[in-house]
């Protein structure tokens, strides 16, 4: 018998109606589908818009929404809506969703918020600075957006000219932090993690500081299936303090004092051909059809349940091993 939850809509905001321009392409929204059919499942799709949301949904009629909307811009209606407020507009129609909830995703994309509320755990953020206050400044600081991700708008500079450079009063100054940069992928997999093999950004130069800012320095990707940087737990950790959910990405520092979290991804972009997330996915032996697959079922499951809402507690970290990747493709993980 054929589970009757099997419509999915694969929602999605163009590149022009994206406030940072991050968009989905048309090849992978097809390589979706297509691996979506395969399984069963019967997938549309659809371009994100913000009057029009009821009446896409209307015409979809989606058991589950595979959300790909990084935020929505509409100049001519003064219309923006960030992220997470687009997960609330579907959450708030009670809809099951693949991706982390409105909350977590706030939490997430708030860099303050987020370096404040995993302190408490003990995990540790580039100390912010504060140009007004006497306080000690570091040899550098690096200024950039307290809300979003994707590296938009980083830039490094001498705090000595903090007090004579404008600095608007959402963004965020830190100290730039010495050290080996990776990011690290986590899928949720019911209640457990799987911790995804971490990617290295080695810099063309290293001797000197560096941002990953594109048009700057370049910089090579090595893929390390072990976990050399021993930051696993951490960011099994991360990922359960934010509430996240399905799938995320941490970006560290590793530095004589340890890990330092950079960044928290909560909806990690899924471009088969340049994101991070698939590429990691891909080293573990995750195909790309898989992932979407396992992606796809977690909210269907959730919406079997009728617990979408519910924030998860994973039972436990699961490392990346032949066994591990064995029970994936044999979907005996439970």
Not at 39 to 51: F, L, M, N, Q
Not at 54 to 67: K, S
Not at 210 to 230: C, K, N, S, T, Y
Request: proline fraction near 6%; include cysteine; charged fraction near 30%.
């Amino acid at each position: 018998m054929r589970d009757p939850l099997k419509r999915i809509l694969l929602l999605y905001t163009s590149r022009e109606s994206t406030p940072f321009r991050e968009h989905v392409t048309r090849d992978q929204l097809a390589r979706m589908a297509k691996a979506l059919n395969s399984d069963g499942w019967i997938p549309t799709v659809a371009k994100y818009a913000s009057a029009g949301l009821d009446r896409i949904l209307a015409t979809h009629r989606p058991d589950v929404v595979f959300n790909l909307a990084y935020g929505y811009f509409d100049r001519k209606a003064g219309i923006k809506e960030s992220q997470p407020d687009i997960v609330a507009r579907l959450e708030a129609r009670r809809l099951h969703i693949v991706g982390s909830p409105a909350s977590a995703q706030r939490v997430a994309q708030d860099k303050l918020a987020c370096a404040t509320l995993l302190r408490k755990h003990g995990i540790v953020s580039p100390r912010t600075v504060h140009p007004s206050r006497r306080q000690s400044l570091p040899e550098l600081v690096v200024v950039k957006p307290r809300y979003g991700a994707c590296h938009r708008d980083v830039a490094l500079i001498d705090p000595r000219q903090l007090r004579a450079r404008s600095v608007k009063h959402d963004m965020l100054i830190q100290e730039y932090v010495h050290g080996t940069e990776i990011t690290i992928g986590i899928l949720q997999l019911r209640k457990r993690l799987l911790v995804l093999p971490t990617i290295e950004i080695r810099f063309e130069r290293e001797d000197i500081p560096h941002l990953m800012v594109p048009g700057r320095l370049q910089w090579d990707l090595i893929i390390h299936r072990e976990d050399v940087f021993a930051v696993s737990t951490l960011a099994r950790r991360c990922f359960r303090y934010l509430g996240l959910r399905d799938y995320g990405r941490f970006d560290f520092r590793i530095t004589s004092r340890g890990p330092i979290l950079l960044d928290a991804n909560a909806l990690p972009n899924l471009d088969p051909m340049r994101s991070y997330f698939p590429l990691s996915a891909a080293a573990a032996g995750i195909e790309y059809e898989k992932l979407i697959l396992l992606l796809a079922e977690s909210a269907r499951m959730r919406a079997r349940r009728g617990k979408d809402r519910e924030i998860p507690m994973h039972k436990e970290i699961l490392l990346i091993t032949d066994d591990a990747l064995a029970a994936i493709n044999s979907k005996t993980i439970v």
